[in-house]
Protein backbone atom coordinates (compact mmCIF):
# COMPACT_ATOMS: atom_id res chain seq x y z
CA UNK A 1 0.00 0.00 0.00
CA UNK A 2 1.27 3.33 -1.22
CA UNK A 3 1.42 6.38 1.73
CA UNK A 4 -0.91 8.17 -0.76
CA UNK A 5 -3.59 5.52 -0.44
CA UNK A 6 -3.21 5.57 3.59
CA UNK A 7 -3.43 9.48 3.24
CA UNK A 8 -6.71 9.10 1.66
CA UNK A 9 -8.36 6.87 4.07
CA UNK A 10 -7.11 9.00 6.97
CA UNK A 11 -8.73 11.77 5.37
CA UNK A 12 -12.34 9.57 4.95
CA UNK A 13 -11.91 8.72 8.56
CA UNK A 14 -11.24 12.12 9.73
CA UNK A 15 -14.20 13.59 7.92
CA UNK A 16 -15.96 10.50 9.23
CA UNK A 17 -15.08 11.02 12.69
CA UNK A 18 -15.98 15.01 12.84
CA UNK A 19 -19.26 14.05 11.34
CA UNK A 20 -19.80 11.61 14.23
CA UNK A 21 -18.41 14.17 16.89
CA UNK A 22 -20.72 16.67 15.84
CA UNK A 23 -23.58 14.84 15.84
CA UNK A 24 -22.80 13.77 19.69
CA UNK A 25 -22.10 17.62 20.19
CA UNK A 26 -25.86 18.57 18.43
CA UNK A 27 -26.94 15.78 21.06
CA UNK A 28 -25.21 17.38 23.69
CA UNK A 29 -26.87 21.09 23.16
CA UNK A 30 -29.99 20.15 22.65
CA UNK A 31 -29.82 17.83 25.50
CA UNK A 32 -28.83 20.99 27.86
CA UNK A 33 -31.73 23.39 26.43
CA UNK A 34 -33.62 19.97 27.34
CA UNK A 35 -34.95 19.85 24.05
CA UNK A 36 -34.56 15.71 23.88
CA UNK A 37 -36.91 15.38 26.65
CA UNK A 38 -38.67 11.68 25.84
CA UNK A 39 -42.42 12.08 25.47
CA UNK A 40 -45.11 10.88 27.59
CA UNK A 41 -47.47 8.10 27.08
CA UNK A 42 -50.85 9.90 26.40
CA UNK A 43 -49.26 11.47 23.69
CA UNK A 44 -47.89 8.18 21.68
CA UNK A 45 -51.04 7.03 22.60
CA UNK A 46 -52.07 9.97 20.18
CA UNK A 47 -49.40 8.96 17.50
CA UNK A 48 -50.50 5.85 17.78
CA UNK A 49 -54.39 6.31 17.52
CA UNK A 50 -52.92 8.56 14.17
CA UNK A 51 -50.98 5.39 12.58
CA UNK A 52 -53.96 2.72 13.72
CA UNK A 53 -55.85 4.68 10.74
CA UNK A 54 -53.01 3.95 8.06
CA UNK A 55 -54.78 1.07 6.79
CA UNK A 56 -58.34 2.49 6.55
CA UNK A 57 -58.14 5.71 4.83
CA UNK A 58 -61.92 7.46 4.82
CA UNK A 59 -63.62 6.98 1.77
CA UNK A 60 -66.22 9.57 3.29
CA UNK A 61 -66.73 12.24 5.08
CA UNK A 62 -66.88 10.85 9.13
CA UNK A 63 -68.04 13.76 11.12
CA UNK A 64 -71.30 14.20 10.85
CA UNK A 65 -70.44 18.28 10.58
CA UNK A 66 -69.89 18.70 7.17
CA UNK A 67 -70.67 21.95 5.46
CA UNK A 68 -74.03 22.18 3.35
CA UNK A 69 -72.71 22.00 -0.60
CA UNK A 70 -69.68 20.68 0.39
CA UNK A 71 -68.12 18.39 -2.88
CA UNK A 72 -67.75 14.07 -2.38
CA UNK A 73 -64.32 13.94 0.11
CA UNK A 74 -63.03 11.79 -2.69
CA UNK A 75 -63.58 15.10 -5.31
CA UNK A 76 -61.93 17.60 -2.74
CA UNK A 77 -59.21 15.22 -2.71
CA UNK A 78 -58.67 15.20 -6.26
CA UNK A 79 -59.26 18.83 -6.04
CA UNK A 80 -56.65 19.25 -3.71
CA UNK A 81 -54.21 17.21 -5.71
CA UNK A 82 -54.89 18.76 -8.95
CA UNK A 83 -54.20 22.20 -7.05
CA UNK A 84 -50.68 20.92 -5.75
CA UNK A 85 -49.93 19.74 -9.53
CA UNK A 86 -51.19 23.04 -10.43
CA UNK A 87 -48.84 25.07 -7.93
CA UNK A 88 -46.22 23.18 -8.85
CA UNK A 89 -45.89 23.20 -12.88
CA UNK A 90 -46.42 26.76 -12.57
CA UNK A 91 -43.50 27.79 -10.31
CA UNK A 92 -41.44 25.46 -12.17
CA UNK A 93 -42.83 26.95 -15.78
CA UNK A 94 -41.12 29.84 -14.62
CA UNK A 95 -38.11 28.80 -12.03
CA UNK A 96 -36.63 26.58 -15.41
CA UNK A 97 -36.48 29.32 -17.50
CA UNK A 98 -34.95 31.96 -15.32
CA UNK A 99 -32.42 29.56 -14.07
CA UNK A 100 -31.16 28.79 -17.52
CA UNK A 101 -30.33 32.37 -18.01
CA UNK A 102 -28.97 32.41 -14.52
CA UNK A 103 -27.34 29.32 -14.63
CA UNK A 104 -25.95 30.32 -18.33
CA UNK A 105 -24.72 33.74 -16.75
CA UNK A 106 -22.99 32.01 -13.81
CA UNK A 107 -20.63 29.10 -15.76
CA UNK A 108 -17.42 30.18 -15.75
CA UNK A 109 -17.19 27.33 -18.69
CA UNK A 110 -17.94 29.91 -21.05
CA UNK A 111 -15.04 32.53 -20.44
CA UNK A 112 -12.68 30.06 -19.91
CA UNK A 113 -12.75 28.64 -23.52
CA UNK A 114 -9.43 28.99 -24.79
CA UNK A 115 -9.19 30.55 -28.62
CA UNK A 116 -7.39 32.68 -31.05
CA UNK A 117 -7.65 36.99 -30.54
CA UNK A 118 -10.39 39.19 -28.54
CA UNK A 119 -10.75 36.61 -26.33
CA UNK A 120 -8.46 38.34 -23.33
CA UNK A 121 -11.26 40.78 -23.42
CA UNK A 122 -13.89 38.14 -22.59
CA UNK A 123 -11.65 36.55 -20.23
CA UNK A 124 -11.42 39.76 -18.46
CA UNK A 125 -15.40 40.92 -18.29
CA UNK A 126 -16.09 37.21 -17.41
CA UNK A 127 -16.25 38.13 -13.56
CA UNK A 128 -18.19 40.84 -14.19
CA UNK A 129 -20.44 38.55 -15.28
CA UNK A 130 -21.20 35.40 -13.43
CA UNK A 131 -20.33 37.06 -9.94
CA UNK A 132 -23.52 38.97 -10.08
CA UNK A 133 -24.91 35.76 -11.40
CA UNK A 134 -24.05 33.88 -8.65
CA UNK A 135 -24.63 36.40 -6.24
CA UNK A 136 -28.58 36.72 -6.59
CA UNK A 137 -28.94 32.57 -7.04
CA UNK A 138 -27.58 32.36 -3.50
CA UNK A 139 -29.55 35.44 -2.05
CA UNK A 140 -32.73 33.63 -3.70
CA UNK A 141 -32.00 29.52 -2.70
CA UNK A 142 -30.36 30.75 0.77
CA UNK A 143 -34.03 31.42 2.00
CA UNK A 144 -36.58 28.52 2.29
CA UNK A 145 -39.58 29.19 -0.01
CA UNK A 146 -42.17 28.85 3.21
CA UNK A 147 -39.90 31.83 4.10
CA UNK A 148 -40.29 33.58 1.13
CA UNK A 149 -44.21 32.66 0.82
CA UNK A 150 -44.55 34.21 4.60
CA UNK A 151 -42.82 37.33 3.43
CA UNK A 152 -45.25 37.52 0.47
CA UNK A 153 -48.04 37.17 3.43
CA UNK A 154 -47.15 39.73 5.50
CA UNK A 155 -46.29 42.23 2.20
CA UNK A 156 -48.86 41.56 -0.27
CA UNK A 157 -51.14 38.98 1.16
CA UNK A 158 -50.39 34.75 -0.29
CA UNK A 159 -52.53 34.78 -3.27
CA UNK A 160 -52.28 32.04 -5.48
CA UNK A 161 -49.50 34.61 -7.71
CA UNK A 162 -47.81 34.74 -4.72
CA UNK A 163 -47.99 31.14 -3.89
CA UNK A 164 -46.31 30.42 -7.54
CA UNK A 165 -43.18 33.36 -7.13
CA UNK A 166 -42.45 32.08 -3.44
CA UNK A 167 -41.72 28.67 -4.54
CA UNK A 168 -40.10 29.99 -7.82
CA UNK A 169 -37.97 32.30 -6.20
CA UNK A 170 -35.95 29.75 -4.96
CA UNK A 171 -36.18 27.15 -6.83
CA UNK A 172 -34.83 29.47 -9.51
CA UNK A 173 -31.62 30.09 -7.14
CA UNK A 174 -31.28 26.02 -7.01
CA UNK A 175 -31.86 25.29 -10.31
CA UNK A 176 -28.97 28.19 -11.57
CA UNK A 177 -26.53 26.99 -9.25
CA UNK A 178 -26.72 23.30 -10.21
CA UNK A 179 -27.27 24.21 -14.11
CA UNK A 180 -23.76 26.65 -13.79
CA UNK A 181 -21.49 23.79 -12.39
CA UNK A 182 -23.33 21.19 -14.44
CA UNK A 183 -21.88 23.31 -17.49
CA UNK A 184 -18.70 24.12 -15.85
CA UNK A 185 -18.05 20.31 -15.27
CA UNK A 186 -18.68 18.85 -18.46
CA UNK A 187 -16.04 17.73 -20.50
CA UNK A 188 -14.48 20.18 -22.22
CA UNK A 189 -12.06 18.38 -24.40
CA UNK A 190 -14.30 18.25 -27.81
CA UNK A 191 -15.08 22.19 -27.54
CA UNK A 192 -11.05 22.79 -26.77
CA UNK A 193 -10.79 20.52 -30.50
CA UNK A 194 -13.07 22.79 -32.08
CA UNK A 195 -11.78 26.13 -30.71
CA UNK A 196 -8.46 24.74 -32.43
CA UNK A 197 -9.52 24.30 -35.14
CA UNK A 198 -11.41 27.90 -35.67
CA UNK A 199 -14.47 27.84 -34.27
CA UNK A 200 -15.71 31.16 -32.14
CA UNK A 201 -16.44 30.44 -28.22
CA UNK A 202 -20.39 30.99 -29.30
CA UNK A 203 -20.01 27.93 -31.72
CA UNK A 204 -17.68 25.67 -29.73
CA UNK A 205 -20.07 26.84 -26.49
CA UNK A 206 -23.42 25.59 -27.93
CA UNK A 207 -22.25 22.68 -29.63
CA UNK A 208 -19.37 20.85 -27.98
CA UNK A 209 -20.30 22.00 -24.29
CA UNK A 210 -23.78 22.77 -24.07
CA UNK A 211 -24.85 19.38 -25.47
CA UNK A 212 -22.91 17.65 -23.37
CA UNK A 213 -24.43 19.12 -20.08
CA UNK A 214 -27.83 19.58 -21.08
CA UNK A 215 -28.84 15.98 -20.06
CA UNK A 216 -28.14 16.18 -16.70
CA UNK A 217 -29.83 19.62 -16.44
CA UNK A 218 -32.66 17.72 -17.58
CA UNK A 219 -32.68 15.17 -15.17
CA UNK A 220 -31.82 17.58 -12.59
CA UNK A 221 -35.05 19.87 -13.07
CA UNK A 222 -37.33 16.35 -13.51
CA UNK A 223 -35.83 15.83 -9.91
CA UNK A 224 -36.95 19.48 -8.65
CA UNK A 225 -40.74 19.20 -10.28
CA UNK A 226 -40.91 16.30 -7.49
CA UNK A 227 -39.66 18.75 -4.97
CA UNK A 228 -41.69 21.43 -6.06
CA UNK A 229 -44.73 19.04 -5.48
CA UNK A 230 -43.65 18.49 -2.07
CA UNK A 231 -43.16 22.38 -1.95
CA UNK A 232 -46.47 23.32 -3.35
CA UNK A 233 -48.61 20.20 -0.94
CA UNK A 234 -46.72 22.06 2.30
CA UNK A 235 -47.48 25.73 1.11
CA UNK A 236 -51.55 24.51 1.69
CA UNK A 237 -50.16 25.38 5.20
CA UNK A 238 -50.33 28.81 4.60
CA UNK A 239 -53.29 29.07 2.78
CA UNK A 240 -53.15 27.84 -0.74
CA UNK A 241 -55.87 24.95 -1.85
CA UNK A 242 -52.74 22.43 -1.99
CA UNK A 243 -52.96 18.99 0.02
CA UNK A 244 -51.36 20.58 3.15
CA UNK A 245 -53.88 22.46 4.34
CA UNK A 246 -56.53 19.84 3.81
CA UNK A 247 -53.87 17.49 5.82
CA UNK A 248 -53.95 20.26 8.68
CA UNK A 249 -57.51 20.61 9.24
CA UNK A 250 -57.96 17.07 9.42
CA UNK A 251 -55.47 17.19 11.87
CA UNK A 252 -57.01 19.67 13.34
CA UNK A 253 -59.93 18.26 13.70
CA UNK A 254 -58.94 14.54 14.42
CA UNK A 255 -59.90 13.35 11.57
CA UNK A 256 -57.34 10.67 11.23
CA UNK A 257 -58.91 8.70 8.69
CA UNK A 258 -59.20 11.51 6.41
CA UNK A 259 -56.24 12.59 7.10
CA UNK A 260 -55.04 9.19 5.77
CA UNK A 261 -56.64 9.60 2.22
CA UNK A 262 -54.88 13.15 1.88
CA UNK A 263 -51.45 11.67 2.76
CA UNK A 264 -51.98 9.30 0.71
CA UNK A 265 -52.96 10.91 -2.46
CA UNK A 266 -49.45 13.51 -2.03
CA UNK A 267 -47.94 9.83 -1.75
CA UNK A 268 -49.26 8.56 -4.91
CA UNK A 269 -48.43 11.72 -6.78
CA UNK A 270 -45.19 11.87 -5.62
CA UNK A 271 -44.82 8.08 -6.23
CA UNK A 272 -46.06 8.76 -10.33
CA UNK A 273 -43.57 11.65 -10.60
CA UNK A 274 -41.11 9.41 -9.52
CA UNK A 275 -41.33 6.47 -11.48
CA UNK A 276 -42.38 9.01 -14.17
CA UNK A 277 -39.44 11.13 -14.22
CA UNK A 278 -36.88 7.88 -13.06
CA UNK A 279 -38.22 6.64 -16.66
CA UNK A 280 -37.17 9.58 -18.49
CA UNK A 281 -33.62 10.18 -16.28
CA UNK A 282 -32.57 6.27 -17.87
CA UNK A 283 -33.65 7.28 -21.26
CA UNK A 284 -30.71 10.09 -20.62
CA UNK A 285 -28.53 8.96 -17.82
CA UNK A 286 -29.38 6.32 -15.54
CA UNK A 287 -28.64 7.59 -12.27
CA UNK A 288 -30.56 10.11 -9.48
CA UNK A 289 -29.18 13.02 -8.87
CA UNK A 290 -28.51 13.98 -5.44
CA UNK A 291 -28.93 17.10 -4.99
CA UNK B 1 -21.44 6.67 -47.56
CA UNK B 2 -22.00 9.96 -47.73
CA UNK B 3 -25.40 12.00 -46.22
CA UNK B 4 -25.98 14.91 -46.67
CA UNK B 5 -27.33 16.87 -43.54
CA UNK B 6 -31.28 17.21 -44.50
CA UNK B 7 -30.68 12.91 -44.90
CA UNK B 8 -29.01 12.59 -41.35
CA UNK B 9 -31.44 15.21 -39.43
CA UNK B 10 -34.05 12.67 -41.01
CA UNK B 11 -32.75 9.43 -39.97
CA UNK B 12 -31.52 10.54 -36.25
CA UNK B 13 -32.50 8.43 -33.45
CA UNK B 14 -35.89 9.49 -32.01
CA UNK B 15 -37.60 8.58 -28.63
CA UNK B 16 -41.40 8.13 -28.49
CA UNK B 17 -41.26 8.25 -24.78
CA UNK B 18 -39.47 11.73 -24.54
CA UNK B 19 -41.89 13.30 -27.27
CA UNK B 20 -44.47 12.45 -25.78
CA UNK B 21 -43.06 13.50 -22.05
CA UNK B 22 -42.67 16.77 -23.86
CA UNK B 23 -45.44 17.37 -25.75
CA UNK B 24 -47.15 16.42 -21.37
CA UNK B 25 -44.96 18.74 -20.04
CA UNK B 26 -46.19 21.48 -22.85
CA UNK B 27 -49.92 20.85 -22.46
CA UNK B 28 -49.51 20.56 -18.16
CA UNK B 29 -47.69 24.18 -17.85
CA UNK B 30 -50.70 25.78 -20.38
CA UNK B 31 -53.41 23.78 -18.30
CA UNK B 32 -51.96 24.70 -14.80
CA UNK B 33 -51.99 28.46 -15.92
CA UNK B 34 -55.04 28.75 -17.78
CA UNK B 35 -56.92 26.39 -14.88
CA UNK B 36 -55.54 28.61 -11.40
CA UNK B 37 -56.06 31.78 -10.07
CA UNK B 38 -53.05 33.35 -11.43
CA UNK B 39 -52.90 36.97 -12.09
CA UNK B 40 -50.27 39.70 -11.34
CA UNK B 41 -53.47 42.22 -10.17
CA UNK B 42 -53.40 39.54 -7.13
CA UNK B 43 -49.48 41.29 -6.26
CA UNK B 44 -50.42 45.06 -6.79
CA UNK B 45 -53.68 47.15 -6.26
CA UNK B 46 -54.38 50.19 -4.35
CA UNK B 47 -54.43 48.35 -1.03
CA UNK B 48 -51.27 45.55 -1.91
CA UNK B 49 -49.08 48.78 -2.95
CA UNK B 50 -49.55 50.88 0.37
CA UNK B 51 -49.23 47.56 2.20
CA UNK B 52 -46.35 46.82 0.70
CA UNK B 53 -45.03 50.20 1.05
CA UNK B 54 -45.52 49.90 5.00
CA UNK B 55 -44.08 46.68 4.81
CA UNK B 56 -40.77 47.72 2.88
CA UNK B 57 -40.94 50.62 5.56
CA UNK B 58 -41.36 48.67 8.43
CA UNK B 59 -37.89 46.56 7.34
CA UNK B 60 -35.70 48.50 9.15
CA UNK B 61 -34.27 48.36 12.26
CA UNK B 62 -36.98 49.49 14.92
CA UNK B 63 -34.43 52.57 16.44
CA UNK B 64 -33.16 53.45 12.95
CA UNK B 65 -37.67 54.21 11.94
CA UNK B 66 -37.49 55.77 15.56
CA UNK B 67 -34.97 58.45 14.65
CA UNK B 68 -36.61 58.79 11.10
CA UNK B 69 -34.02 56.51 8.55
CA UNK B 70 -31.35 57.15 7.49
CA UNK B 71 -31.76 60.47 5.78
CA UNK B 72 -29.97 63.16 6.13
CA UNK B 73 -30.52 64.81 9.58
CA UNK B 74 -31.28 61.60 11.42
CA UNK B 75 -29.28 60.74 14.45
CA UNK B 76 -29.41 56.75 13.25
CA UNK B 77 -25.76 55.49 12.58
CA UNK B 78 -24.26 52.16 11.98
CA UNK B 79 -24.21 51.97 16.10
CA UNK B 80 -27.71 51.92 16.22
CA UNK B 81 -28.17 49.08 13.81
CA UNK B 82 -25.05 47.01 15.63
CA UNK B 83 -26.70 47.40 19.23
CA UNK B 84 -30.52 46.56 17.80
CA UNK B 85 -28.78 43.70 16.54
CA UNK B 86 -26.50 42.56 19.21
CA UNK B 87 -29.64 43.04 21.76
CA UNK B 88 -31.87 40.60 19.40
CA UNK B 89 -28.88 38.03 19.46
CA UNK B 90 -28.81 37.91 22.94
CA UNK B 91 -32.43 37.94 23.72
CA UNK B 92 -32.77 34.78 22.10
CA UNK B 93 -30.97 34.69 18.87
CA UNK B 94 -27.90 33.02 19.26
CA UNK B 95 -29.56 30.20 21.65
CA UNK B 96 -32.10 29.67 18.03
CA UNK B 97 -29.40 29.56 15.95
CA UNK B 98 -27.39 27.37 17.76
CA UNK B 99 -30.28 25.55 18.37
CA UNK B 100 -31.21 25.39 14.79
CA UNK B 101 -27.41 24.01 13.39
CA UNK B 102 -27.20 21.22 16.49
CA UNK B 103 -30.70 19.92 14.65
CA UNK B 104 -29.32 19.77 11.66
CA UNK B 105 -26.59 18.03 12.23
CA UNK B 106 -28.22 15.66 14.68
CA UNK B 107 -31.32 14.84 12.17
CA UNK B 108 -28.50 14.81 9.08
CA UNK B 109 -26.36 12.25 11.27
CA UNK B 110 -29.61 9.94 12.55
CA UNK B 111 -30.86 9.71 8.57
CA UNK B 112 -26.80 9.23 7.39
CA UNK B 113 -27.01 5.72 10.30
CA UNK B 114 -30.81 4.70 9.42
CA UNK B 115 -30.36 5.41 5.69
CA UNK B 116 -26.80 3.71 5.09
CA UNK B 117 -28.13 0.57 6.80
CA UNK B 118 -31.25 0.78 5.50
CA UNK B 119 -29.83 0.34 2.00
CA UNK B 120 -28.14 -2.63 1.74
CA UNK B 121 -31.37 -5.06 2.50
CA UNK B 122 -32.66 -2.23 -0.17
CA UNK B 123 -30.62 -2.90 -3.13
CA UNK B 124 -31.33 -6.01 -4.85
CA UNK B 125 -27.65 -7.42 -5.62
CA UNK B 126 -27.74 -8.39 -1.52
CA UNK B 127 -30.84 -9.01 -0.75
CA UNK B 128 -31.08 -12.32 -2.76
CA UNK B 129 -30.30 -15.90 -1.47
CA UNK B 130 -26.86 -15.28 -3.12
CA UNK B 131 -25.70 -12.12 -2.99
CA UNK B 132 -23.33 -9.90 -5.36
CA UNK B 133 -24.00 -11.53 -8.27
CA UNK B 134 -25.13 -9.22 -10.04
CA UNK B 135 -28.09 -9.60 -12.82
CA UNK B 136 -30.04 -12.95 -12.07
CA UNK B 137 -27.22 -15.22 -10.59
CA UNK B 138 -26.39 -18.51 -11.17
CA UNK B 139 -26.58 -19.88 -7.20
CA UNK B 140 -30.22 -18.12 -7.18
CA UNK B 141 -31.77 -20.74 -9.42
CA UNK B 142 -31.32 -23.42 -7.27
CA UNK B 143 -35.43 -24.81 -7.01
CA UNK B 144 -34.27 -25.19 -3.17
CA UNK B 145 -33.79 -21.79 -2.83
CA UNK B 146 -37.42 -21.01 -3.97
CA UNK B 147 -38.40 -19.76 -0.77
CA UNK B 148 -35.52 -17.91 0.50
CA UNK B 149 -35.77 -16.17 -2.88
CA UNK B 150 -39.38 -15.05 -1.98
CA UNK B 151 -38.55 -14.23 1.84
CA UNK B 152 -35.57 -11.89 0.52
CA UNK B 153 -37.94 -10.29 -2.35
CA UNK B 154 -40.45 -9.77 0.36
CA UNK B 155 -37.83 -8.04 2.50
CA UNK B 156 -36.30 -5.86 0.01
CA UNK B 157 -39.78 -4.85 -1.28
CA UNK B 158 -40.82 -3.81 2.01
CA UNK B 159 -37.61 -1.95 3.00
CA UNK B 160 -37.93 -0.20 -0.16
CA UNK B 161 -41.40 0.62 -0.10
CA UNK B 162 -41.00 1.98 3.50
CA UNK B 163 -38.21 4.55 2.06
CA UNK B 164 -40.58 5.59 -0.44
CA UNK B 165 -43.22 6.44 1.80
CA UNK B 166 -40.69 8.14 4.32
CA UNK B 167 -39.47 10.50 1.88
CA UNK B 168 -42.78 10.82 0.04
CA UNK B 169 -43.74 13.02 2.95
CA UNK B 170 -42.54 16.41 2.83
CA UNK B 171 -40.45 17.15 5.89
CA UNK B 172 -42.47 19.96 7.45
CA UNK B 173 -45.25 17.47 7.26
CA UNK B 174 -43.39 14.81 9.33
CA UNK B 175 -42.41 17.41 11.46
CA UNK B 176 -46.25 18.83 11.73
CA UNK B 177 -48.02 15.57 12.95
CA UNK B 178 -44.91 14.51 15.01
CA UNK B 179 -44.79 17.79 16.99
CA UNK B 180 -48.38 17.83 17.22
CA UNK B 181 -48.32 14.78 18.83
CA UNK B 182 -44.96 14.47 20.89
CA UNK B 183 -44.82 18.22 22.01
CA UNK B 184 -43.11 20.65 21.35
CA UNK B 185 -39.43 19.90 21.68
CA UNK B 186 -36.40 19.43 19.27
CA UNK B 187 -37.30 15.81 19.90
CA UNK B 188 -39.75 15.32 16.92
CA UNK B 189 -38.51 18.20 14.77
CA UNK B 190 -35.17 15.73 14.38
CA UNK B 191 -37.39 12.46 14.23
CA UNK B 192 -38.75 14.22 11.14
CA UNK B 193 -36.11 15.56 9.66
CA UNK B 194 -34.33 12.56 10.04
CA UNK B 195 -36.94 10.33 9.00
CA UNK B 196 -37.87 12.13 5.58
CA UNK B 197 -33.51 12.27 4.45
CA UNK B 198 -32.92 8.54 5.65
CA UNK B 199 -35.53 7.64 3.26
CA UNK B 200 -33.37 9.48 0.33
CA UNK B 201 -30.61 8.50 1.81
CA UNK B 202 -31.14 5.29 1.77
CA UNK B 203 -32.34 4.96 -1.69
CA UNK B 204 -29.32 6.73 -2.91
CA UNK B 205 -27.00 4.12 -1.06
CA UNK B 206 -29.13 1.32 -2.35
CA UNK B 207 -28.08 2.38 -5.94
CA UNK B 208 -24.66 3.15 -4.97
CA UNK B 209 -24.30 -0.39 -3.84
CA UNK B 210 -26.20 -1.50 -7.28
CA UNK B 211 -23.92 0.49 -9.16
CA UNK B 212 -20.73 -0.87 -7.46
CA UNK B 213 -17.89 -3.08 -9.70
CA UNK B 214 -19.09 -6.45 -8.96
CA UNK B 215 -15.72 -8.11 -9.11
CA UNK B 216 -14.27 -7.56 -5.68
CA UNK B 217 -17.73 -8.29 -4.07
CA UNK B 218 -17.79 -11.38 -6.23
CA UNK B 219 -14.77 -12.43 -4.98
CA UNK B 220 -15.04 -12.36 -1.20
CA UNK B 221 -18.52 -14.18 -1.48
CA UNK B 222 -16.83 -16.97 -3.78
CA UNK B 223 -14.27 -17.37 -0.67
CA UNK B 224 -16.76 -17.88 1.32
CA UNK B 225 -17.33 -14.18 3.28
CA UNK B 226 -20.81 -13.58 4.33
CA UNK B 227 -22.71 -11.19 3.45
CA UNK B 228 -22.12 -8.70 6.60
CA UNK B 229 -18.57 -9.63 5.98
CA UNK B 230 -18.41 -8.72 3.10
CA UNK B 231 -20.43 -6.03 2.67
CA UNK B 232 -18.01 -4.60 5.37
CA UNK B 233 -15.00 -5.14 3.17
CA UNK B 234 -16.55 -3.19 0.14
CA UNK B 235 -18.14 -0.18 2.35
CA UNK B 236 -14.91 1.89 2.20
CA UNK B 237 -14.74 1.72 -1.33
CA UNK B 238 -18.42 3.28 -1.50
CA UNK B 239 -17.73 5.87 1.06
CA UNK B 240 -16.56 8.81 -0.66
CA UNK B 241 -19.69 8.58 -2.95
CA UNK B 242 -21.97 8.06 0.73
CA UNK B 243 -20.29 11.06 2.03
CA UNK B 244 -21.19 13.10 -0.79
CA UNK B 245 -24.49 12.56 -0.46
CA UNK B 246 -24.23 12.91 3.01
CA UNK B 247 -23.49 16.15 2.92
CA UNK B 248 -25.84 17.42 -0.13
CA UNK B 249 -28.68 16.05 2.67
CA UNK B 250 -27.06 18.24 5.12
CA UNK B 251 -27.15 21.27 3.12
CA UNK B 252 -31.34 20.82 2.94
CA UNK B 253 -31.15 19.82 6.83
CA UNK B 254 -29.89 23.05 7.72
CA UNK B 255 -32.36 24.78 5.45
CA UNK B 256 -35.59 23.39 7.03
CA UNK B 257 -34.21 23.18 10.51
CA UNK B 258 -34.84 27.40 10.19
CA UNK B 259 -38.42 26.35 8.56
CA UNK B 260 -39.84 23.59 11.27
CA UNK B 261 -39.39 25.96 14.11
CA UNK B 262 -42.70 27.73 12.73
CA UNK B 263 -44.30 25.07 13.86
CA UNK B 264 -43.03 25.93 17.67
CA UNK B 265 -39.71 24.61 18.01
CA UNK B 266 -37.20 26.43 19.28
CA UNK B 267 -35.17 27.82 16.25
CA UNK B 268 -34.98 30.25 14.26
CA UNK B 269 -38.32 29.51 12.68
CA UNK B 270 -40.07 30.12 16.18
CA UNK B 271 -38.90 33.90 16.42
CA UNK B 272 -39.83 34.14 12.85
CA UNK B 273 -43.31 33.51 13.73
CA UNK B 274 -43.70 35.39 16.82
CA UNK B 275 -42.14 38.55 14.71
CA UNK B 276 -44.31 37.87 12.32
CA UNK B 277 -47.46 37.55 15.19
CA UNK B 278 -46.43 40.75 16.72
CA UNK B 279 -45.98 42.29 13.02
CA UNK B 280 -42.83 43.17 13.53
CA UNK B 281 -41.23 43.40 10.40
CA UNK B 282 -37.62 44.33 11.27
CA UNK B 283 -36.74 41.22 14.05
CA UNK B 284 -38.74 38.94 10.98
CA UNK B 285 -36.16 40.03 8.27
CA UNK B 286 -33.27 39.98 10.79
CA UNK B 287 -34.17 36.62 11.74
CA UNK B 288 -34.37 36.02 8.28
CA UNK B 289 -31.55 37.08 7.01
CA UNK B 290 -29.80 35.24 10.31
CA UNK B 291 -31.67 32.03 8.84
CA UNK B 292 -29.77 32.68 5.41
CA UNK B 293 -26.73 33.16 6.57
CA UNK B 294 -26.64 29.89 8.68
CA UNK B 295 -27.33 28.47 4.95
CA UNK B 296 -24.59 29.92 3.61
CA UNK B 297 -22.49 28.65 6.44
CA UNK B 298 -23.70 25.18 6.54
CA UNK B 299 -23.35 25.42 2.18
CA UNK B 300 -19.64 26.48 2.57
CA UNK B 301 -18.98 23.91 5.15
CA UNK B 302 -20.47 21.50 2.93
CA UNK B 303 -18.52 22.48 -0.42
CA UNK B 304 -15.32 22.13 1.53
CA UNK B 305 -15.97 18.64 2.81
CA UNK B 306 -16.94 17.86 -0.47
CA UNK B 307 -13.49 18.99 -2.27
CA UNK B 308 -11.91 16.54 0.88
CA UNK B 309 -13.65 13.77 -0.05
CA UNK B 310 -13.34 14.28 -3.80
CA UNK B 311 -9.76 14.68 -3.38
CA UNK B 312 -9.31 11.66 -0.74
Given at each position: ?83 T????V ?12 L ?20 R ?5 V ?7 M ?32 P ?23 L ?12 V ?21 L???A ?58 | ??M ?145 R ?21 E??W ?51 S ?44 L ?29 L ?11
Open positions: MSSATDSRAGTRRAVVGAIAAAGLASAALLSAQGQLALPGLDSLELLARFFSHALRPALDYGSPFVPVGAPPLLLQVATATWRVQLAAAMSLAVPVALLGFAGASAWWRLPGPGGRAVLRLGPLYAPARVVTLARSVHELLWALLFLAAVGLSDTAAVLAIAIYAGTLGKVFSEMIDEAPRDAAVQTGSGATAAQAFSALLPRALPDMAAYSFYRFECARSAVLGFFGPETLGKFIRLAWNESLYAELWTYLYALFALIAVSDMASRALRQRFLGETPAR | MKSAEELRRTRPRSRLLRTAAWATAALVVFSWMGGDFGLEQLSGERRLANLERFTGELRPWPVQQQGGFDAGSTADWQTVYDWAAALMADGGSTALASTAAIAVLASVLAALVGYLACWPAARNVARPAPFFGGPGVADRRPGLRWAWAWSVLNHSVRALLLFARAVPYLAFLLVESLGYTALPAVLALALHNAGILGRLGAETVENMPPAPARALAAAGARSQTAAAVFPGLLPRLLLYFFYRWETCVREATVLGMLGVLSLGSIRDARAGNLYDELFFYVLLGALLVLAGDLSALARGLVRRA
